[in-house]
């Protein structure tokens, strides 16, 4: 396959690993989804693990793209930018096959640390936590890792009870949050 093929297959695979999850999703299913012979597929990934790191390596930039160009947009201070991480989420949980953070499944379906799969998603923790600390640094926080981590775990929560609740607004409701936490690092 030429290059541009093994990018075709980690997009399809993407998508099909997105969809069905990554232990449901076996060789033949995506062979059948994405068009491609087992034969093709093992020329690029030895393994299926290869592909799902490929996928999530692919999903990790084009989700944190969007991410921070759709903060980029709906807020201007940095303290305004840690608040429109909310409305961009609320688009997000918007959008047609809405089905959570790719991240946390494959976390919770490698669970080993070590694994290549558990690590790179511990990656896109990281990068976001580390984007979030930055934002609350340049707002002026006392304590810009504290208030990182805590919109860091106001959006992860926000994303699960996105999937699993319909009694509430997930993005509304840890916006708010946020803000009280952010009026208290500022003010402190």
């Known amino acids: 396959m030429r290059p541009n093929k093994r990018d075709e297959l980690v997009r399809n695979a993407l998508q099909v ?13 995506l062979v059948a989804e994405t068009g491609v012979s087992k034969t093709s597929m093992y020329k690029h990934f030895r393994t299926k693990e290869e592909l799902i790191v490929a996928a999530l390596q692919l999903r990790d930039e084009n989700f944190r793209t969007w991410f921070y160009q759709r903060i980029d947009a709906l807020g201007q201070t940095p303290a305004q930018k840690l608040l429109a991480s909310f ?5 997000w949980f918007q959008e047609d ?16 640390k070590d694994h290549p799969i558990h690590v790179q998603a511990a990656e896109h923790k990281r990068l976001l936590l580390e984007y979030f600390t930055d934002l609350a ?12 981590c805590q919109i860091l775990i ?20 840890a916006k708010a949050a946020a803000k009280a936490l952010l009026g208290n690092a500022l003010a402190v």
């Open 17 to 29: 690993f997105y969809r069905d999850g990554f232990h449901a999703t076996g060789m033949d299913k």
């Open 97 to 112: 096959g809405y089905r959570g953070c790719m991240f946390i499944k494959a976390g919770a379906e490698y669970q080993d």
């Open 154 to 173: 106001l959006k992860e929560g926000a994303i699960v009870s996105a999937v699993l609740l319909k009694s509430c607004d997930p993005a509304r409701d």
């Open 137 to 148: 640094r340049a707002a002026g926080a006392a304590d810009p890792e504290k208030l990182g």
């Open 87 to 91: 409305d961009a989420l609320a688009e």
